[in-house]
């Protein structure tokens, strides 16, 4: 993004009125997207040739794995962003996303590991993917820790935004896993060079369901962005109200003295 | 019909991974909501709809009772 986009939608007031405008279409296109998503993934998809109806759970896993990866990105991008020009929006789009992010993971483990089950013959293998992602997991729980660490909100972000972005490598190393190491989880068939490697009838659910995940992780994150912004101005109008009290306090006081 | 929710046998693996997903997401979206409510309403409660800074707080200044 350019410096002036960035500065253009970084300005809280003109963020509200940018999200007041995508909300609507956001609800509805997510509703669709899981409509669809859903009745291609439980109904007009066939079972794979070797994993049976288990197939199923990768509708699950994959998006969330992937927006759990992506959420990631965008709380360390904000928190990066936050650190360099101390803007507060980026503080408030780390924060808005953080736990949305931190759902998706625990529901990519969890699938992870219902289809693990049935086809590995174990819920839970410490390879190399399973455990950078089980990390991911900690760095989610991490942040929302620090956010919540301090009684000076100001250093608990900072504190956060510094993990969020230490964090980050390990992205990569979750992206890539299946590649250096010899994991017992599948390579990539989706997100690779050369194009997908699985059938249309089983990419179409997935796609499907990924997009739904994708525009409800803006929705929720923009809905959380929003309420955030307007208990800051709240905050904000309370800090000032007691001044007129106080000033006739300090009148009256004096008038006495 | 029950065949179909048999899910080849793999019914106890799969379900949960839907009811989980269910949980999860429509569990976060009614937080936030709840959120952005109570937030809007926070707002409007001390008056004007949340967007004009001129009214409300700066008028009590002024006021005889304060």
């Given at each position: 993004m350019s410096g002036s986009a960035f500065h253009r939608f970084a300005n809280p007031r003109r963020f509200l009125r940018l999200a007041d405008a995508l909300m609507p279409w956001l609800a509805g296109l997510t509703a669709l997207g899981f409509a669809v998503g859903l009745y291609l993934a439980l109904w007009a998809s066939p079972p794979d040739y070797q994993q049976g109806e288990t197939v199923r759970i990768m509708y699950v896993h994959v998006p969330a794995a992937w927006i759990a990866m992506f959420a990631y990105c965008w709380v360390g991008a904000a928190s990066a962003a936050a650190l360099i020009w101390r803007h507060p929006l980026a503080d408030v789009a780390a924060e808005a996303a953080s736990p949305v992010g931190a759902a998706f993971t625990l529901l990519a483990l969890v699938s992870g590991s219902l289809w693990g089950r049935p086809m590995w013959g174990a819920y839970w293998v410490w390879d190399a993917r399973l455990t950078s992602f089980l990390l991911l997991l900690f760095l989610y729980l991490g942040h929302?820790?620090?956010l919540n660490a301090f009684d000076d909100p100001q250093r608990g972000r900072r504190s956060a935004a510094i993990l969020a972005v230490v964090g980050l490598i390990n992205v990569p190393i979750i992206k890539f896993s299946?590649?250096?190491?010899?994991?017992?989880?599948?390579p990539a068939s989706v997100m690779k060079m050369g194009g997908p490697s699985i059938d249309p009838s089983m990419l179409h659910p997935l796609l499907a369901m990924a997009l739904a995940c994708q525009l409800y992780f803006f929705l929720v994150?923009?809905?959380r962005m929003k309420a955030m912004l307007l208990e800051a101005r709240r905050q904000t109008r309370l800090y000032r109200a007691p001044r007129v009290p106080a000033a006739a306090r300090r009148t009256a006081e004096g008038g006495r003295a | 019909?029950?065949?179909?929710?048999?899910?080849?046998?793999?019914a106890a693996f799969i379900w949960p991974s839907y009811a989980l997903a269910l949980v999860l997401l429509v569990g976060v979206f009614a937080l936030a909501a709840r959120r952005l409510e109570a937030a809007t309403r926070a707002l409007d409660d001390r008056g004007g709809d949340?967007?004009?800074d001129d009214r409300g707080d700066g008028g009590s200044e002024d006021d005889p009772a304060s």
């Open positions: 929302w820790a620090l299946v590649d250096w190491w010899n994991t017992l989880h599948q994150t923009f809905m | 019909m029950s065949e179909y929710f048999a899910m080849g046998g793999y949340g967007r004009s």
